[in-house]
């Protein structure tokens, strides 16, 4: 019999160098991709339920769909997919353009994985 993985967290983001991006694997471990690189980690229980109420805290299933600078065709883009442990789903998609606590979000997903994503929102 599969087993579901219920809990859902991917974050990637690109521009011209690497993609970067993480993911939670099955049994608290977590899948690193920063600068070419991929690194697989184990996650403290603790801190994915921190993670968990840091989102519903900051909001985050309130975000917009989708954040689009209109007429710009390269620069940085960005991909985010959660579903908690109750089901709650919700994806994201941005290009050039973010959410006000965007800065606070990478923080947390930072100190979740111990990665070292460097996405702070700019506009142009």
């Known amino acids: 019999m599969k087993s579901i993985k219920k809990e859902l967290i991917y ?11 993480v993911e939670l694997l099955e049994n608290n471990k977590g899948k690193i991709l ?9 996650l403290k229980e603790h801190k994915i339920l921190h993670f968990w109420n840091r989102m519903d805290e900051m ?4 975000w917009k769909s989708e ?3 209109e007429g710009i065709l390269d620069g940085h883009t960005w991909e985010l997919k959660l579903r908690n442990r109750e089901g709650k ?5 941005g290009h050039m353009k973010y959410p006000d606590n965007y800065n606070d979000f990478i923080k947390e997903l930072n100190n979740l994985f111990g990665s070292e994503i460097q996405d702070e929102k700019y506009e142009i």
């Open 11 to 21: 974050y990637s983001s690109g521009s011209m160098g690497f993609p970067n991006s």
């Open 34 to 42: 920063e600068e070419g690189s991929e690194q697989i980690v184990d």
């Open 59 to 62: 909001q985050v299933w309130k």
């Open 67 to 69: 954040y689009i600078m």
């Open 89 to 93: 789903t919700r994806n994201f998609y």
